[in-house]
C-alpha cells in the first residue's frame, strides 16, 4: 500500500495505533575540538593507555579514518590533548618583589591542573611545548624568573628542570594512586604502605645500613605536597641563587 515502505514520505500523519517517530538527533559535526575533548573525557575515566584513535572514534559514533581529517593520528592527539588542559592553568602577571613566591605558586597550580587529568604529564615529558596554551605557561615561567633578575641562559634551563620536576611528580602521583585495589581509598593504602616501609626500614642490618635504619621516621614521615614543596623550594632557591646582586656603592664615594 502506498506510503507503508521504505519510500514513505516524512510529512506523512502517523497511522492509527502507531506510536509517532522521533527524529533521529542530528549528528554533531566532527572537529579536532570534539575529537580532542573526547580525548580528555577518556582520559580522565580510564588513563592515558586507553586513548586510541580507534577508542576515541568510537565514543564519537564513527571510523577512526574520519579523525584523520582533523587529528594526523594518536601522537598530535596527545599533544593538542595537553595543551587543551594547559588551558585550565591560572597564569600570574608578574610582580618583581614576589617573583620566586609566584614561580612557586604557579607550580602548585600546574600541579593541581595535571593531576586533575590522571596520567596526562605523561605526554609532557620529553615534549618540547609548542601549543598556545603550554607556551602560555612557558611564557608565565620565563617572565616571572626575568622579572626577578635571573640571567636569560639560567631562565632557559631552569624552565626545562622545573617542568621535568612537575611531570615527576604528577606521574609519580598517579601511580601511586593506580596501585590501590579497586574500591580503596588510594591514599590510605598508600599511607598503609609507607608504615610498613617505615618498619622495614628499622629492621635492616644497622651494620650495612647504619643510617637508614636510623632515620626511618624521617624518611616516611613527610606526605606527598611537604616534599613537593620542599623539592620546589630547593629548584626555587638554587635559581635565585643566579641572580647577580646589583652594586653597591664604594664608602664614601
Known amino acids: 500500500m502506498a506510503g507503508s515502505g521504505p519510500g514513505a514520505r516524512p510529512d506523512m500523519p502517523t497511522p492509527p495505533g502507531r506510536r509517532p517517530r522521533r527524529a533521529a538527533p542530528a549528528r554533531q559535526p566532527l572537529t579536532q575540538e570534539l575529537i580532542v575533548d573526547t580525548a580528555i573525557r577518556v582520559l580522565d575515566a580510564e588513563g592515558l593507555d586507553a586513548v586510541t584513535m580507534r577508542r576515541v572514534a568510537q565514543e564519537l559514533g564513527t571510523g577512526p579514518a574520519s579523525l584523520y581529517a582533523h587529528v594526523s593520528g594518536k601522537e598530535e592527539l596527545r599533544e593538542l590533548m595537553l595543551d587543551r588542559v594547559a588551558a585550565e592553568i591560572r597564569l600570574p602577571v608578574p610582580d618583581p618583589a614576589r617573583w620566586q613566591d609566584q614561580l612557586k605558586e604557579l607550580a602548585f597550580e600546574i600541579r593541581r591542573v595535571y593531576t586533575s587529568h590522571r596520567d596526562i604529564a605523561m605526554v609532557s615529558m620529553g615534549l ?126
Not at 620565563?142 to 622545573?162: C, E, K, S
Not at 615527576?168 to 601511580?175: F, G, L, Q
Not at 620546589?232 to 664604594?250: C, F, H, K, N, T
Open 128 to 253: 618540547i611545548p609548542t601549543g598556545p596554551h603550554l607556551l602560555d605557561v612557558a611564557e608565565a615561567q620565563l617572565a616571572l624568573m626575568r622579572a626577578g633578575g635571573v640571567p636569560r641562559r639560567i631562565a632557559a634551563m631552569a624552565v626545562d628542570t622545573l617542568g621535568m620536576f612537575l611531570d615527576a611528580d604528577a606521574i609519580e602521583d598517579t601511580v601511586y594512586q593506580a596501585k590501590a585495589p579497586a574500591g580503596e581509598d588510594p591514599w590510605a593504602h598508600f599511607h598503609e604502605y609507607i608504615a610498613q616501609v617505615r618498619d622495614y626500614f628499622a629492621a635492616l642490618p644497622k651494620d650495612r645500613y647504619p643510617t637508614i635504619s636510623d632515620m626511618g621516621n624521617e624518611l616516611t614521615s613527610e606526605d606527598g605536597d611537604e616534599r613537593f614543596e620542599f623539592g620546589l623550594d630547593l629548584l626555587v632557591r638554587g635559581i635565585a641563587s643566579y641572580v647577580e646582586e646589583p652594586s653597591r656603592p664604594e664608602k664614601g664615594a
